[in-house]
Each structure stands twice: as C-alpha cells, then as structure tokens.
C-alpha cells in the first residue's frame, strides 16, 4: 500500500528491513546500542562488525533519541539507530517517548540529506508496546513530519515483519487519511 503526501511517498509492506534499498534503514536499538534480538539482531548479523564498532565508540542513545552509523555490509548507507520505550501502562511517557524516537529519526535523516528511509515497528516487540497503538502513533508522526518539512524526504517505507503487523499498520493508514 502507498499513499503521496506533499511530493513524498509513504509505503507500507511486509518484509525483512535488512534487504531494504533506502539510503537508510532504522534500528530498533537498546539505549547502550549493544546489539541484542528482534530487528536489532538481524540488522547486525546483515551489516557485519562495522555497525557495531561505531556504536560502541558513540556509547549509547537514551530513549526517544536517534544516532545515525554505516550501514556496514547492507544495501543501505547508513543505520539510524533509535531507542524506543519499554511499554509499562501506557502511563509512564510511553506515546510521548514513542512520537520522539520517529521524529528523532526523520530529523536526523533530513539533517544528513537522506531521501529515503525504512521504518520497522519500533517498540512492538521485546518492548511490548500494543501494536495498535503504536501504529497510530507511528504513522501519524511521519505524516506530520512530511507535512511540515516538504521536499526534504522522497521516501518512506514501514517494513512490517508479519502479515497481522502489516494489516494493522494499513487499518491505521486508511483511517488516517481517510
Ligand atoms: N525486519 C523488519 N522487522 C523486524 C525484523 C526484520 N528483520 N525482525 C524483527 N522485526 P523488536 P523493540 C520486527 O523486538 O520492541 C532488541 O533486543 C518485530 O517483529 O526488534 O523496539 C533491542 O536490542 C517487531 O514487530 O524491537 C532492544 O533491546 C518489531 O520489529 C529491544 O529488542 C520490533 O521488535 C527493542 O525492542
């Protein structure tokens, strides 16, 4: 499924994001960038040692915040590495740290002239985050992003790793934009 927003193009398909072509694909990281399972996990095991050399000498990444590293041995460029919230009750800042974690990729994306990047579902796996909830979040805030900063992104793509994951993302995405 695809939809154009101001000239940008936002996508949402199911798949492995290390195989994306985007200039850069985003990392469902831990704040000490230490690598770890999930998306976290494949990523490293695609890009080879180079990603995890570099994080290791930036150190860390508290939640809600992005760095950016090579993409190493993968198709993209570059990594973006962003720490997402560990879902508690919904009351512990949780959507706020959510919406930040997006927009601290998008910002740092459109700083380092990036033109096309690959979101996975941040937050919804070891970190629990009800998917519902964090598709909406997630889709809204690069809808509002693409608003704001015309022309800065080409490109945006969801990589939903299963088939229900995909169907919610795209509910989401009708209901928005209906
Ligand atoms: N491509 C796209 N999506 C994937 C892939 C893949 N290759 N592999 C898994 N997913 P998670 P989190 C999906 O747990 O919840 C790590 O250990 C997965 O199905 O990777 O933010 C880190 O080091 C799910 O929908 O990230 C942290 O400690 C989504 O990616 C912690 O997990 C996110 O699941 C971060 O937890």
Redesign the pocket.
Known sequence: MQITISSTTLSLTK????QEETDAIVN???SRL??????????HRAGGPKIIEECRRIGGCPTGSAVITTGGNLKAKYVIHT??P?YQDGRHNEAKLLASAYKSCLELAAKKVIKSISF??????????P?NEAAEIALKTVIDFIKANKEKLSLVRF????DK?FEVYKKTLEKLTK
């Open positions: 798949g492995d994001i290390t469902a990281a831990n230490a690598g770890g399972g999930g998306v976290d996990g494949a990523i720490v997402g560990i996975p579902s941040i937050s919804t796996g070891a970190y629990g985050y998917i990589v939903l790793f299963s994951d």
